[in-house]
Structure formats: C-alpha cells, structure tokens
C-alpha cells in the first residue's frame, strides 16, 4: 500500500483526559505519522492556525473563551478551506448538526473517539474538504441581485417575488430568493414549507460567519425549483440586519446563483442601502392607485441616491382590482421618472390556491395573472442593459 | 499504582492471611470507628457480654491504618469521625473491595437524625441510633453480623468454551456478559456464575486480555456478595468486562496505561471534589460532572458518564444529597478498576 501523505491536525479541546485520549488515538492507530498540536482555549488555537498551515482542525465547540456555534464560526473564518471536524457530546447532537450544515466537515461524538476508525474519518474530511473548495472554485457564479421593494406595506411584493423565483427557475435559471424581513416572513407560508433554516441562522453571529459555506447550508431548495432563505420565523429570532451582514449576504449570494431575488421592506435601514447599492435593478412595487403611487413617488429621491446608476431603479405596477380607472402605466412612469417592467393583474382567487399547491405562477400558468408574471421574468432575463427597454 | 493510592488514603496491600487477629480466636470481628472516647468504651462495654474481638480505631486515619492489618466482620463507625470527615472515610470504606462482604453501620446521632441533617440514604447496611441502651444496641449488632438471606436464582447462565475456537472466545465472553447483565440482579447468585467467570478469566488472560480477565476475577469474588455494595459493585463490574469485550482490544496500542492513568486523575481529583461539596461550590462540582460525562465513555467506562451526568444535574439544582452519592458511585468505581494491577 503507497504510504498516505502525513496529516497535521490541530486539536482545539480544553478538557485535558478528553485531549490526552485524541492525541494518543491518533499517534498511535494508525501506520503512518500524525502531527498533532493541542491548543486548550480558542485563542491559542487561532495563534497555532495563524502559525501553521493544519490540514484538519478537531474543534471542541465549548472552550473557556468561546461557547457553541460562535465557535465554529470563528475557526470556519479563520482557515476556510481546511476542514473542520466537530467534536461534541452525546447530548449536543443538534448543536453538531447546525455546525455541519454551516460548513463543518464531520463531527465526532466524544464517545465514540476510541473507535479504530477516528484516524480514518479525520482523513475522510480533510478530502472531502478538498473536493469541496475545487467543486466550488468552479461553480462560481457571476450572478445579479434584483430587489423588490414595496412602496408601501401590501403592496404584493412577497407573492410577485416567489412567483417571479418560480418563473425564472420553470425557464432553467439557477435563482436564489432571500426575504431580508425583520421580522416574520411570509415565504414559508406562500411556499407552504417550514423551512429547518432561516436567515435568522445565518444572522445569529458576528458577520464574518457569513461565509459562502454557512451561506449555502442555509439555503433551501423548495418544490418550485430554486432555493430560498427565508425569514425569521419565531419573535426571538426577530434581529435587524446590519449594513456589514447585508454586503456580505447579497455578496455571496450572487456568486452562489444567476438571479438573487430579494424581497426588501419597505422601510429605510442601513441594510437597505446596501442591498439597493449592489443590485443591478431594484423594483418599487407600486400599487395602481392614487395612496400606492404618492407612496412610491415620495420615496424614489431616497432610492435613486441609493442606486449604482439611474438605469438600475424600475417599477412594477400591481392592479389591486380588475378594473382601473387610474393612469396608464405610461403615466405612472413618468410620475415615478422610472420604467415599468409589467403590471400584474389582481392575485386574489390564486392565493388560496396557493395555500396547498405551488405557487400559482407553476400551478396556473395561463391565468393573467401568471401571463403577467412571465413577461416580467422574461425581461429580467433579456440583459442587463435593456431590462427596462419597455 | 499503590503508593498513588496510598497517598490518597486507599488501603495499603494487607498482610497474609495468617497473621490476622480473628484467625486464631475463631470469634467475630467487630471494628468501631468512633472519636469520642466515652462513647467508645461505652460501646465496647455493651458488646463486652458477647464473644467477640473487637478492634477500635479513633480517626480516620487509624481506622485505614488498622484495616490494612485485619478482617473485620462488621464495622461500626460514627459518620460524624474525627470532625466531620466521617463521610469521607466512609467513601473510602464503602469502595474498599475487601470489605465489600462487610457490613458497614453507621452510628447514628439522634439529635442529627432530628434535625434532618443527615441525609438517609442507603450507602450504609444500617444505621444504630445512638445514644442506645446497651441490651438493644448488642441485640441490633448481633442482628447485622447474621450472615444476610442470600438470594436465590435458578437461572443459570453458563459459559460453554469447549467448542469455541480461540477467535471466537472475546465473542463468548461477550455472550456470556450480556446473559448476565440481562439476568441482573438474579444472576449474580446463580450457581453457575461464579465457576463461569472464573473460567473466563483464565481464558481471555492466556488471550493478553488482562485487564478483562482481572475484572471478571473481580467479578467472581463478587458473584457471592450479598450486601448493597456487593451487588451494585457486580453490576458495574460485568458492565465494564462486556464493554471491553465488546470493543476490539487491538485497535490502539497502550490503552489500557491511558486507561488506568485516567482513573488516578479521576482517584486524585476526589479530594477536590470532597472539598467542592463541603464548601458549597456547586459549579466546579457541575463542571467535573461534565466533564466526566464527556470522558467517561470515550475511555471505555460508559458508567462513569451516567456518574457524571447525574452529578452535573444534581450539582445544577445544588441537591447535596445527590452529589454526596455520585462521589460514592465514583470513588466505588475508581477502586473497580484501580484494585487491578497495570498491565
């Protein structure tokens, strides 16, 4: 058998009989040299990792400096390309479980450490680590962010978003869509999933654990074929979103998809000017009437100074009912002194479908509803330049 | 390994079986571990009318001392000995598995069992209230020397190694641990038991699985053991013998000295746990529970992490008398493995 190459390992665990046994398994179970450094707190085990360069990092999530995911996080930011096996007790199973899904390599049950197997699981990641950062190297995209932002609350902007997602991803594009809700989101219901995940997870830390690993574990791919990140779901999850966390969020997401479609609230915060500065379009929702419209026109100076160009802010006009007797979208346009990329036609009847099948876009597609929904879709995909040729 | 022990006050290797005291006398061995020096020559006058040898011992210390010299039959001891460190020599006691077939009763102070100070749990065979009138106290000590009613159990696992190939004898042993844990407590007495374990301690030895072969010797000497201590030491004994049976013992070289070395950290970290619990310092206690829980298993010793387990929770809700019996769990199974040799 060729000799495998030497693996250096960083163990980072502050009980001393649980560090004495690691370090011993390793020396000892197996043929072939094992390098091993014991590190008893997180902050030593950073100066060892600034230090040296291990192939894997064996990470105790409860150190005397540091406790839980915070954990993880720190370590996962500091060599994002190594892998990192968790170590945990029998109980912190779930703990074990949202460090794997945030880009955790393996996890290891303490118990379980005298096993012959823990030299080989260590090896095991430290590839599977490797295939991780080529597969990622090469599905790299360079994506665009589009938000949706109503000009005022109800507008409609949730279901044009979702529906918008599903239009796209039914046309074979690969389409992430995030709901930067501060507090609960609606996705969920519109989807009718529960989401195991939600932005909330990927909030709950300091920015830097935003990562394209934490990001991608907590994306989720529904039925309707393209991923989501949904809102908080629960009041104590309910946070605002810093400026740092939204350019780091939207930053990722689009090299992680062709369409990043943000469903943005519609009020001012220090996020909100981050995701509208790195959109390639932002759309007001705007209701067809004379509250939605002065609603919108009063905020356009506020987004217009937010947005990268001029060309990059565009409206969606919403008939609440069938009939309108209010301007045409040309003059809503000229009112907004944007483009009107569409007007969507009343939803109502679909949202009750929407309650048990997909959404209505997928499940009705010939309704005008969904007609309407298309062509939208289509001029987001015709190109950046002339997305709002109309 | 014994002058680590020695130094934390386990008992020092007896002398031969020969020199002992009650050998020539042919009587009863009473040993009363009391400092009030009235209350002892009390209790020696009250036993004085009955035929026994009595031993006494005056502190903690003589007490360890004097036990490395002799059997006793019954021991009797104040837990309030010398000033409060009673319950400490009584951990000791209690764990010792010499005396395991040794019935311990505590003397019991009424006022203490007034005022609820003294919590009433079953580490001890019995307790005596004292102050008590002599014809009843050398009645109550007469009671606890009569040998206890031994269990009787019809089932008989039995280990048959005629047929099986050298291979397959850790899988027999395996075999043979789990019918046993299964028949618990039952099976501890059954007639087979003892013969069987002792066979399968010469077996595996002559396999080098020495340190399974000394707890199955273990084992064995337990299988007759009827008091309290006995049977929840038989318990915890075959547990360890299946899961290191279970295990494959080649897998990493030098275990079994990371194995011991783990239990004199365990054996040297008592005292600071005994200190923890007198002075109220619940969280190091919750600390040392969580780490045994998180360490126990990875070494082999599934039990130890249950111990510490329970003795995080208790030290969380601060419930001392919990605590009090996880340390005697711990120092009970710190002797299982340490009363066998390294290899």
């Known amino acids: 058998m060729p000799q495998e190459p030497e693996l250096s390992v960083l163990l980072i665990e502050d009980e001393p009989d649980a560090a004495r046994l690691i370090q011993h398994v390793l020396a000892k179970g197996g043929p072939n040299p094992v390098i091993v450094e014991w590190a008893g707190d997180l902050r030593t085990g950073l100066e060892r990792l600034a230090e040296r360069d291990f192939q894997a990092v064996l990470l105790d999530l409860n150190l005397p400096d540091s406790a839980g995911f915070d954990t993880f996080a720190c370590v996962r930011h500091k060599v994002p390309n190594r892998a990192v096996i968790v170590l945990t007790g029998q109980e912190d199973d779930e703990m074990a479980l949202q460090a794997v899904r945030a880009g955790a390599d393996e996890y290891l049950v303490k118990s379980e450490i005298r096993d012959r197997f823990l030299l080989q699981r260590i090896r095991y990641a430290v590839e599977r680590n490797r295939l991780k950062g080529q597969d990622s190297g090469r599905a790299l995209k360079n994506g665009k962010v589009i938000s949706f932002l109503g000009a005022k609350g109800g507008a409609g902007t949730t279901t044009l978003v979702v529906n918008l997602a599903a239009a796209l991803a039914s046309a074979g594009k690969n389409v992430i869509a995030i709901e930067l809700m501060p507090e609960f989101g609606a996705f969920a219901t519109l989807l009718n999933y529960s989401p195991s995940r939600d932005i909330a997870t990927l909030l709950r830390g300091a920015p830097e654990t935003i990562t394209r690993d934490t990001m991608a574990c907590c994306l989720e791919e529904v039925e309707a074929g393209f991923r989501v990140l949904c809102g908080p779901q629960r009041a104590e999850d309910y946070r605002p979103v810093s400026a740092d966390q939204a350019r780091l969020l939207f930053g990722i997401a689009r090299k992680l998809a062709d369409y990043t479609l943000v469903d943005v609230p519609s009020i001012f915060a220090p996020s909100i000017a981050e995701v509208v500065g790195l959109s390639a379009l932002t759309t007001v929702v705007v209701e067809r009437n004379r509250m939605g419209l002065n609603a919108a026109v009063a905020k356009m100076p506020t987004l217009q100074a937010m947005t990268p160009h001029p060309g990059s802010l565009g409206a969606v006009l919403i008939n609440k009912v069938p009939f309108i007797e209010y301007l045409t979208p040309s003059e809503c346009g000229k009112r907004l002194s944007c483009g009107i990329l569409g007007v969507i036609p009343p939803a109502a009847d679909l949202q009750a479908a929407g309650e048990t099948e997909a959404p209505p876009v997928l499940s009705r597609p010939d309704s005008p509803f969904s007609l309407a929904i298309q062509e939208v879709s289509r001029r987001l995909t015709v190109g950046s330049g002339r997305i709002l040729a109309a | ?343």
């Open chain 2, 1 to 343: 390994m014994r002058n680590i022990l020695a130094t934390f006050g386990r008992r020092t290797q007896k002398h031969p079986v020969a020199s002992k005291p009650q050998q020539r006398a042919g009587r009863k061995t009473v040993f009363i571990i009391e400092d009030n020096p009235d209350s002892l020559r009390a209790i020696s006058q009250a036993l004085g009318s009955e035929a026994y040898h009595i031993e006494m011992a005056d502190s903690a210390e003589s007490a360890l001392r004097k036990l490395s010299s002799f059997q006793p039959d019954l021991i009797l001891l104040d837990p309030q000995v010398p000033a409060g460190d009673g319950t400490r020599l009584a951990r000791r006691l209690l764990a010792d598995e010499d005396l395991v077939a040794v019935p311990i009763i505590a003397l019991t102070q009424s006022s203490h069992s007034l005022s609820g100070a003294l919590p009433v749990n079953d580490r001890f065979d019995g307790h005596i209230q004292m102050p008590a009138e002599a014809r009843v106290f050398s009645g109550q000590v007469k009671t606890f020397l009569e040998p206890p009613p031994q269990p009787v159990s019809n089932q008989s696992p039995r280990l048959d190694l005629s047929h099986a190939a050298t291979s397959d004898r850790r899988r027999e042993a395996a075999a043979l641990l789990n019918l046993i844990e299964a028949g618990l407590p039952d099976s501890q007495f059954a007639p087979e038991v003892q013969n069987s374990l002792q066979l399968l301690a010469d077996v595996v030895g002559g396999l080098q699985h020495g340190e399974v072969a000394d707890y199955l010797r273990q084992a064995a000497r337990l299988s007759n053991a009827a008091t309290a201590r006995a049977r929840s030491r038989f318990r915890s004994v075959i547990r360890l013998c299946r899961e290191l049976a279970d295990r494959d013992p080649d897998v990493v070289p030098g275990l079994a000295d990371l194995r011991a070395g783990y239990m004199n950290h365990r054996s040297s970290e008592m005292e600071s746990l005994e200190h923890a619990l007198k002075n109220g310092d619940f969280p190091t206690l919750q600390r040392a529970g969580h780490n045994l829980k998180g360490t126990g298993a990875a070494y082999g010793f599934s039990e130890l992490s249950d111990i510490g387990r329970a003795l995080e929770g208790a030290a969380k809700c601060k419930d001392n008398a919990t605590v009090e019996a996880m340390l005697d769990q711990i120092e009970s199974y710190v002797s299982i493995v340490l009363s066998t040799p390294v290899h």
